[in-house]
T-cell receptor
Framework: DTGVSQDPRHKITKRGQNVTFRCDPI?????LYWYRQTLGQGPEFLTY????????KSRLLSDRFSAERPKGSFSTLEIQRTEQGDSAMYLC????????????????FGPGTRLTVT | KNEVEQSPQNLTAQEGEFITINCSYSVGISALHWLQQHPGGGIVSLFM???GKKKHGRLIATINIQEKHSSLHITASHPRDSAVYICAVRFSGTYKYIFGTGTRLKVLA
């Protein structure tokens, strides 16, 4: 399967613990996005990478959140000192800059990691 | 006020009906994305638009740049079309996408 993969699919953690999620984009995609989705809402943008460079971050991404994409391939999203309000689905998406201007905007989503903070 | 507004929020239709979901946005965009999300969370891309109209099977998407409005139409709806349909826009000059809250569609047999 050559789609976007995320690991783990589900994570239950206690308040105050740190968690790390991984996203593996489609192999030739150089753009990678992280989103957060809470129940009944659309996804909210968290951050964007082009290759290894983090080009945009949302104000939602507090000091407890950090994302990396060290080699321009997979990415990790870490949440430190988790809070109950961090409970959400964390989605990763990737896209490519090749193939023409409009097709380069099309994002392919992973299945998400559902985080529950107790 | 959300920068991307969708309507209706919930929609119930009988099988075979023609369905329209609307998306309005506030400022200039470089692209608009229609997405489908099934229970369990998986998101599938349906269309990318920057102008005009696109058709894929029973799905049609249109966009009016001047009116800052897009519609997603489903012809001959079927229960398997039941899902949440989400509009996402990439505003000019930014990398990020802003998503609507989604339209929850239920098609009854």
């Amino acid at each position: 399967d050559t789609g976007v993969s995320q690991d783990p699919r589900h994570k239950i953690t206690k308040r105050g613990q740190n968690v790390t999620f991984r996203c593996d984009p489609i192999s030739e995609h150089n753009r990678l996005y992280w989103y957060r989705q809470t129940l009944g809402q659309g996804p909210e943008f968290l951050t964007y990478f082009q290759n290894e460079a983090q080009l945009e971050k949302s104000r939602l991404l507090s000091d407890r959140f950090s994302a990396e994409r060290p080699k321009g391939s997979f990415s990790t999203l870490e949440i430190q000192r988790t809070e109950q309000g961090d409970s959400a689905m964390y989605l990763c998406a990737s896209s490519s800059t090749s193939g023409g201007s409009l097709s380069s905007y099309e994002q392919y989503f992973g299945p998400g990691t559902r985080l529950t903070v107790t | 006020k959300n920068e991307v507004e969708q309507s209706p929020q919930n929609l119930t239709a009988q099988e075979g009906e023609f369905i329209t979901i609307n998306c309005s946005y506030s400022v200039g965009i470089s692209a608009l994305h229609w997405l489908q999300q099934h229970p369990g969370g998986g998101i599938v891309s349906l269309f990318m638009l920057s102008s005009g109209k696109k058709k894929h099977g029973r799905l049609i998407a249109t966009i009016n740049i001047q009116e800052k409005h897009s519609s997603l139409h489903i012809t001959a709806s079927h229960p398997r079309d039941s899902a949440v349909y989400i509009c996402a826009v990439r505003f000019s000059g930014t990398y990020k996408y802003i998503f609507g809250t989604g339209t929850r569609l239920k098609v009854l047999a």
